[in-house]
């Protein structure tokens, strides 16, 4: 799975906490069946961050975590 790829996978589960009005990523929002490709996403995204092949501010912008 490319990045872009799990970012736009990504985007399908964003929540927002209605606590304190911030997004997150929550995977219960997604059908059982198809929660592994969204660990890959997340993984995909994770070592993306590490290797600096995007940022972490990057990444929240573009999933629409901030």
């Given amino acids: 799975m ?3 790829q799990a970012i736009e996978l990504l985007k399908k589960a964003v929540k927002n906490n209605a606590t304190n009005d911030e997004n997150h ?3 219960t929002v997604v059908p059982t069946e198809e ?6 996403a997340l993984m995909v995204s994770q070592i993306a961050i590490r290797h600096g092949k995007i940022t972490k501010e990057d990444f929240n912008r573009r999933v629409h975590l901030e």
Wanted: without cysteine; aromatic residues 8%; proline residues 8%.
């Fill in 25 to 27: 990523i929550d995977l």
């Fill in 35 to 40: 929660r592994p490709k969204y660990q890959e």
């Fill in 2 to 4: 490319e990045l872009d």
